[in-house]
T-cell receptor
Framework: DAGVTQSPTHLIKTRGQQVTLRCSPK?????VSWYQQALGQGPQFIFQ???????QRGNFPDRFSGHQFPNYSSELNVNALLLGDSALYLC?????????????FGPGTRLTVL | SQKIEQNSEALNIQEGKTATLTCNYT??????LQWYRQDPGRGPVFLLL?????KEKRKERLKVTFDTTLKQSLFHITASQPADSATYLC?????????FGSGTKLNVKP
């Protein structure tokens, strides 16, 4: 049973560019949440997707957008990259329909903006 | 918004001792609180969940307490081992959002 997978592992972009990160949830999970983790800090909630809709959003600008597909996988898009967007981006999946709140995290995508 | 405070200083203890980590929060009491372990360069791993109406939860060598009056959770690792060395994060769930603390690094010395 594969856990949460994310791609790519590492990514280097320059300011102003756009980036797309991908996440496949754990088998059987229907909800995907995205987090940004700066070095030495805890994960910061970006948004959560359930039934292909954005269910909740943290304090992130509209440059951050996402999508969830019918197979429950998800993408995180960031436009007009800033140096401050450099961070580890984590995806977590959970099973909302099953009534459980446990989140399973992927290994993350390390984004560096130059 | 919710603010979570964890001791930013590393906790250094000797193998076999009990490690106690603290998580304090401000504002609203969460529906539940979770503890995670994170190793360098990896995603957090879920350890325990405790709900607002629960005082204590145990799982093997792990114990978590929740005091809504003090707005505090304590996380204990008994009979600590060097393999327990990692950063431990607490996370609060409130109003359909998760709020994480910045974590406390635990170093268990043999």
């Amino acid at each position: 049973d594969a856990g949460v997978t994310q791609s790519p592992t590492h990514l280097i972009k320059t300011r102003g560019q756009q980036v797309t990160l991908r996440c496949s949830p754990k088998s059987g999970h229907d909800t995907v949440s995205w987090y940004q983790q700066a070095l030495g800090q805890g994960p910061q909630f970006i948004f959560q997707y359930y039934e292909e809709e954005e269910r909740q959003r943290g304090n992130f600008p509209d440059r951050f957008s996402g999508h969830q597909f019918p197979n429950y996988s998800s993408e995180l898009n960031v436009n007009a990259l800033l140096l401050g967007d450099s961070a580890l981006y984590l995806c977590a999946s959970s099973w909302t329909s099953g009534g459980t709140d446990t989140q399973y995290f992927g290994p993350g995508t390390r984004l560096t903006v130059l | 918004s919710q603010k979570i405070e964890q001791n930013s200083e590393a906790l250094n203890i000797q193998e076999g001792k009990t490690a106690t980590l603290t998580c304090n929060y401000t504002n609203y009491s969460p529906a539940y609180l979770q503890w995670y372990r994170q190793d360098p360069g990896r995603g957090p791993v879920f350890l325990l969940l405790i709900r607002e109406n629960e005082k204590e939860k145990r799982k093997e060598r792990l114990k978590v307490t929740f005091d809504t009056t003090l707005k505090q959770s304590l996380f204990h690792i008994t009979a600590s081992q060097p393999a327990d060395s990692a950063t431990y994060l607490c996370a609060l769930y409130n109003f359909n959002k998760f709020y994480f603390g910045s974590g406390t690094k635990l170093n268990v010395k043999p």
